[in-house]
T-cell receptor, first 108, second 113 residues
């Protein structure tokens, strides 16, 4: 069946460094949604990508959808402590498949 | 605050028991989704209801069942509980169905001893 692979599982960065998480699928993704879950919290919607090659920005966050709609990425520029949490990608078709998440950890 | 409520917040029970988790969606949302999240793990989709009808099914065990009532609130029933069922159970709602933004409740933390 379809799987959405998300890497890396963890990323440790110094505050101010960049962070990137990737989602890959062997089959064409319908629409990609990205969510953020703060420690102890619940997932919160960030953005949805629908079109092939789409790029969207939210302040320091850049979201991309691959040309073949088989991959997506989230890039955070100059991380801040408020960025800490786990970032999930989600293919919002009927199978409702989530990536395993990438945990962003800021090194003290 | 997402507008989705879940009760109870915490539940501690013993193996072999049965529990019911309750979810009230945001006003106007027709779909309810149930997810299981084990410690530091990802989200496992269990089941979706849309306007009272089952719409999609994920990796939901036969010991688990759910329903959505006419007022659109939903309940997840977990029976013959095992230690491995200990997890955070989230409910989410959306206006319609697939492709819509999902709004998550705060979750119910279930501990099976």
């Amino acid at each position: 069946g379809q799987q959405v692979m998300q890497i890396p599982q963890y990323q440790h960065v110094q505050e101010g460094e960049d962070f990137t998480t990737y989602c890959n699928s062997s089959t064409t993704l319908s629409n990609i949604q990205w969510y953020k879950q703060r420690p102890g919290g619940h997932p919160v919607f960030l953005i949805q990508l629908v079109k092939s090659g789409e790029v969207k920005k939210q302040k320091r966050l850049t979201f991309q959808f691959g040309e073949a709609k088989k991959n997506s990425s989230l890039h955070i520029t100059a991380t801040q402590t408020t960025d800490v949490g786990t970032y999930f990608c989600f293919d919002s078709n009927y199978q409702l498949i989530w990536g395993a998440g990438t945990k962003l950890i800021i090194k003290p | 605050d997402s507008g989705v409520t879940q009760t109870p917040k915490h539940l501690i029970t013993a193996t072999g028991q049965r529990v019911t988790l309750r979810c009230s969606p945001r006003s106007g949302d027709l779909s309810v989704y149930w997810y299981q999240q084990s410690l530091d793990q990802g989200l496992q989709f269990l089941i979706q209801y849309y306007n009272g009808e089952e719409r999609a099914k994920g990796n939901i065990l036969e010991r688990f069942s759910a329903q959505q009532f006419p007022d659109l609130h939903s309940e997840l029933n977990l029976s013959s509980l095992e230690l491995g069922d200990s997890a955070l159970y989230f409910c989410a709602s959306s206006v319609r169905s697939w492709g819509d933004t999902q709004y998550f409740g705060p979750g119910t933390r279930l501990t099976v001893l």
